[in-house]
């Protein structure tokens, strides 16, 4: 049963012919664990609980996982709330990638909720890949928040990516502190249609000595679709460095909000954002249309290249 | 044979004329150059030729094969063939050479992307895979967009200051691209104000203050240029016309 269950969920991720049962991974369904498998210097300890699962997941001092490791979140039935409350601990030097897939293709009234504890150790390499199936109802209600903090000359790198499906609504809140010379960047692509609900903020505490941050926030909207993004980047001490870009595309009806906060409290370092809200750039359309492309094709190649 | 036809074009913004009255023929399988000091007009013509939105309220007419294409968009005339390769080429974040020049290829597939990647220079494994963004220099990004319109075998392009931004191997890429072109049967149009650029061309206009100074074989209208543009004597005169004529030139 719950091998026809991981192929279900591999299958709505179109993984099930290349997923690789020897790498790394966990395979949950709302809040049962249905398969796992660890390597040598990886530990995975999920727990089931009544409404989703909880999971620390540790990578040993000084060990690095060269494969990446699979995280399959799915719910396969049609309503209910998972939780999925992860304590994640990268010891010092050690190096671990994540390749996160959520899935919820039979949604009618899903909540996925993630509530993540992250601490990358001393120059520990941390990354993190989400991508989100989501189905055409856009009934599921996503709120991941994670809270991270990087030790000395940690680096840390998360990407979210959901551009398959509905988004429903979604409500990221990742929060970085960032210490001595260590760095953190972090992308969210979205791609929201009709009433979807898209809230995204992300911020970087640079608190220790050259520590580093750049938040990338890449957000295309139509119909009805509604996006509000908060980035916020603070630097305390000297020789901080960051950057904050988000570039939001609006058509049709869609609204689209950007609330850039950057704060420096150390004449030392330096912090910088861009954003561009609106339609697409004038002249990158002219020149897709002046090799045949119609606006609406050409439109849509720029977002792809945006949300790529 | 005259491929497009400008006629009696009259174009301005804000009650100030930036073209005037110009009338010109382009003809088949040439390479032809619009060449003036700054401010002359010369991207503002390819512009009112391309049938960009902030200049389609022009009068007089624009013949492509003898038919009016004063009622078609941008896209429409590209699907004529026409199309303009910007002095600026824009960025597109995230978006890959290969899907900017497939799409100008209608989705024909890599061996196409390689072809063009090639003819302007550009080592197709090198650059196929890359974002057409900032990451790429200003030279880079004109020879992609040279190989995007090869990819789209057009009939009549327009190229605004060609060597602008491009280094001498570059240059000399973009000018193997030029004959290229005009081996496979396209018409060019050099929108310049470069004598290097010029020289590249089998016929010339000088157009000055949006009206047509000269015309004929390039290295008469270069001569011209030469010797009496460069710098421009009656910029701000307040009778360009008459200045014109004082320098010994025709308006027309």
């Known amino acids: 049963m719950s091998d026809e269950l991981v ?119 941390y990354s993190y890949f989400e991508r989100h199936w989501h189905s055409d109802e856009g009934l599921v209600t996503v709120v991941p928040k994670a809270s991270i903090r990087l030790a000395e000359g940690a680096r840390f790198s998360t990407e979210f990516e959901l551009l398959k499906g509905r988004v429903g609504v979604i409500d990221i809140d990742y929060r970085t502190v ?24 992300e911020s970087a505490l640079l608190e220790g000595e050259a520590s580093r941050a750049v938040l990338t926030t890449h957000i295309a909207v139509r119909d009805d679709a509604l996006a509000e993004i908060h980035n916020e980047l603070v630097a305390t001490a000297p020789y901080c460095r960051g950057h904050v870009d988000c570039k939001e595309v609006i058509q049709d009806r869609g609204v689209a909000r950007a609330v850039p906060v950057v704060e420096v409290r150390h004449p030392k370092a330096h912090v910088t954002h861009e954003a561009a809200i609106g339609s697409v750039d004038s002249k990158q359309l002219q020149t897709l249309m002046a090799r045949g492309l119609s606006e609406d094709e050409a439109v849509e190649l720029i977002i792809e290249g945006l949300l790529s | 044979m005259a491929i497009l036809e400008v006629k009696d074009v009259s174009f301005e913004v804000n009650s100030t004329a930036i073209l005037n009255g110009l009338t010109m023929e382009f003809w088949q399988g040439y390479v032809h150059a619009v060449v003036g000091p700054n401010g002359a007009g010369k991207s503002t013509l390819a512009s009112v030729i391309m049938g960009l939105p902030d200049y389609r309220h022009h009068t007089g007419d624009i013949l492509f094969e003898g038919r009016s294409i004063k009622d078609l968009n941008v896209d429409g005339r590209a699907r004529l063939g026409i199309t303009l390769g910007w002095q600026e080429p824009a960025r597109y974040e995230g978006l890959k050479v290969s899907r900017f020049i497939q799409a100008a290829a209608g989705n024909k597939d890599r061996a196409e992307v390689d072809r063009v990647l090639e003819l302007v220079g550009l080592e197709p494994d090198r650059y196929r895979s890359r974002a057409l963004d900032k990451t790429l220099s200003g030279g880079e990004r004109k020879r992609i967009e040279l190989a995007s319109i090869l990819a789209m075998r057009p009939r009549l392009v327009m190229l605004d200051e060609p060597d602008s931004g491009v280094d001498i191997e570059a240059i000399e890429r973009i000018f193997s691209a030029i004959a290229h072109l005009k081996k496979e049967g396209a018409t060019v149009l050099l929108i310049t104000h470069s004598p290097r650029v010029l020289e590249k061309s089998d016929h010339a206009f000088l157009i000055c203050s949006g009206m047509l100074v000269d015309k004929g074989e390039t290295s008469k209208v270069l001569k011209y240029f030469s010797g009496k543009c460069l710098p421009c004597p009656h910029k701000n005169a307040p009778d360009i016309e008459a200045s014109v004529r004082q320098e010994g030139g025709d308006v027309r």
């Open chain 1, 7 to 125: 192929r279900e969920i591999l299958e709505s991720i179109n993984l099930h012919r290349g997923f690789d049962r020897d790498t790394p991974h966990v395979v949950i369904n709302a809040n049962k664990v249905l398969a796992s498998r660890v390597v040598e210097g990886l530990v995975i300890e999920p727990e089931e609980l009544p409404d989703g699962v909880r999971a620390r997941l540790r990578v040993k001092k000084g060990r690095k996982i060269a494969q990446p490791v699979h995280l399959c979140f799915g719910m396969l039935p049609s309503s209910g709330i998972q939780k999925i409350l992860l304590d994640v601990e990268i010891e010092d030097e050690a190096e671990v990638g994540f390749q996160a897939h959520c899935t919820f293709p039979n949604a009618v009234d899903v909540r996925h909720l993630m509530q993540a504890e992250i601490r990358v150790g001393r120059n520990a390499r």
């Open chain 1, 178 to 201: 960032c210490e001595a010379r260590s760095s953190a960047e972090m992308k969210a692509r979205i791609f929201g249609r009709l009433d979807d609900r898209i809230k995204v903020r």
